[in-house]
Nanobody
Framework: QVQLVESGGGLVQAGNSLRLSCAAS????????MRWFRQAPGKEREFLAI????????AYANSVKGRFTISRDNAKNTVYLQMNSLKPEDTAVYYC??????????????WGQGTQVTVSS
């Protein structure tokens, strides 16, 4: 089992930045690719970003490419999502998730409880 706890959400004005953190515990963090997703009210869950075990490779959804950056610190068992130039449409609950290599990027084995991000116009 991997336990994931997100933090760093909140209320921010459009154009500003937030950094989300996701602390992992349980099994060896560096064995897992990490992802960020979000879900807005009335919408389906949306994949945002993925980072491989070593952090060498990342990939992003088109909706956030160039504005969001995923990173990880395996020594701290933590994955981050730096969100810049936030827009009201970025308002959602943000989730981190973990999966072993080889699992399709839209799925994950372990999920955090989510953190709310609200962007005001």
């Amino acid at each position: 089992q991997v336990q994931l706890v997100e933090s760093g959400g909140g209320l921010v004005q459009a154009g500003n930045s937030l950094r989300l953190s996701c602390a992992a515990s349980g099994r060896t963090f560096s064995n897992y690719d990490m992802r960020w997703f979000r879900q807005a009210p009335g919408k389906e869950r949306e994949f945002l970003a993925i980072i491989t075990r070593s952090g060498a490779t990342t990939a992003y959804a088109n909706s956030v490419k160039g504005r969001f950056t995923i990173s990880r610190d395996n020594a701290k068992n933590t994955v981050y999502l730096q969100m810049n130039s936030l827009k009201p449409e970025d308002t959602a609950v943000y989730y981190c998730a973990a999966a072993p290599p080889g699992i399709i990027y839209t799925r994950a084995d372990y999920w955090g409880q989510g953190t709310q991000v609200t962007v005001s116009s």
